[in-house]
């Protein structure tokens, strides 16, 4: 069985690999600390950046294995949004979104025995019109404020979101469809990381 | 507070309400078991079983109260796709989704306190193309038998979704974006259904 590492501490990424029937990873969340380089697009931004954490874990975690690192970022108007810095700032993010289009991409990166492939998937997310009340009411339940753009796509942020185009687990923060082809081009299909039972 | 029915036993159904932190509210599967009418669009056809499926519910609940009823339907070309009859049915079912789009719709039906209201979400849902070998293996792991085109968007099925137009939790059977707009025409809005706490 290959020894699989989830570089990340994010409780939806661990839920997905777990949903996949992968069950046996270690969870080494990265120590790399790096910020969206402004000048790359945000697919080279995030393949960059997921690229430098499998790299970062790689280093400490020694041996041979399967890491798996995701970056995701959330972009509107070509600018990232990071997490609110407070509840006025989550307001003020809701509002920016609403009734419009936002870019969320995530980096997907993979070192396999020193093979490396990174991956970047982008998905558009559609945002009804939201009331003052309805952005009140999300900021004061707490879910928007360690979130990228001030909302979860799973949860309560579920109902401001009118449709996407692209991939939704993407939007969670791990592309499945892209991780299980990644997979697969390193020679080690998915089916073949999945626990019996 | 509301007296709430969710007239559905899918687990996916009842985990989506919860994690909209409705907690308080009654399962009364539906009885009802209309098929699509093919004369009606895919939208009709799912508006009027959902409806067909909460009427019959508030006809054995009796009482006041919000009824939340919803159908959920595969169409490839302009067909329904039922749950696979065994597993080759499921196999042929995989291989006519593979690298293709094909159209989830799910009709929302609530009635409260006499008055009715309807709707239906189509999603448009993106598959890679499956090799025999993806197919054979997710028909063994059992997940196809009990869905409505032999695949669940959660769950291992995942890893074929290379993309979707639209609500993703219409593809997982409610449409919370919908419901929540719904229920605020009805002039109950979600937020006065939340439980606290």
Redesign the interface.
């Known amino acids: 069985m290959t020894r699989i590492i989830l570089a990340s501490r994010s409780p939806r990424r661990v839920q997905?690999l777990r949903?996949?029937?992968i069950r046996d990873f270690e969870i080494i969340p990265s120590q790399s600390e790096e910020e969206p380089d402004t000048a790359l697009s945000p697919e080279a931004a995030v393949e960059h950046i997921s690229m430098a954490k499998a790299r970062e874990v790689l280093s400490r975690a020694g041996g041979e294995g399967l890491i798996i690192a995701a970056d995701t970022l959330v972009y509107l108007d070509g600018r990232p949004l990071g997490k609110p810095s407070d509840e006025e700032d989550a307001k003020a993010m809701l509002r920016s979104l609403s009734g419009r289009e936002h870019l969320v991409v995530t980096g997907l990166a993979l070192i396999l025995d020193g093979r490396e492939l990174s991956a970047a998937e982008s998905?558009l997310v559609r945002f009804?019109e939201l009331s003052e009340?309805d952005i009140s009411?999300y900021v004061s339940?707490g879910e928007p404020m360690d979130k990228a753009g001030a909302y979860g796509?799973?949860?309560?942020g579920?109902?401001?979101?009118?449709?996407?185009?692209?991939?939704?687990?993407n939007v969670m923060g791990l592309p499945?469809?892209r991780?299980?082809?990644s997979l697969e081009e390193l020679g080690t299909p998915?089916?073949s990381l999945v626990s019996e039972g």
Not at 153 to 156: E, K
Not at 158 to 169: N, R, V
């Open positions: 997905l949903e996949l029937g998905t009804r009340e009411w339940t796509a799973q949860g309560l579920a109902i401001f979101i009118k449709g996407i185009t692209g991939d939704f687990f499945l469809c991780l299980a082809e998915l089916t």
